[in-house]
């Protein structure tokens, strides 16, 4: 993803979480505010307790290629954050694909 659809400042991380909704399932957590861009911006964040420098990468790594493959659906008058739970260090691509649509249906970030 190009850094255009990045939520990457401190500021704009919290401006999220202060002025936006949260919505979760049992492995994401998504904060999403409502934007005047022309497209989406994401921030992914994940934390020390998913494992160490390698498995947190290869988290985010999964995230990344599932939003870049729904990316089309996505509403892009929004900005959001993906937060990763400790159980998602295991899983396949394929499921966190699914647990992300999932979470993202909850929160009507795909129509």
Do not use: C, W
């Amino acid at each position: 993803m190009r850094k255009a659809y990045r939520v990457k400042k401190e500021k704009e991380f919290q401006k999220v979480f202060q002025e936006g909704q949260s919505f979760a399932n049992r492995k994401f957590v998504v904060y999403l505010l409502p934007n005047d861009q022309p497209h989406f911006r994401v921030g992914i964040s994940v934390g020390k307790k998913i494992g160490n420098a390698v498995t947190r990468n290869a988290v985010k790594r999964k995230i990344r290629a599932s939003i870049f493959a729904m990316k089309d659906q996505i509403d892009p008058q929004l900005d959001f954050i993906v937060i990763a739970r400790p159980s998602v260090s295991d899983l396949p691509s394929q499921e966190v694909y699914s647990n992300l649509l999932h979470v993202f249906k909850l929160a009507k970030i795909i129509s």
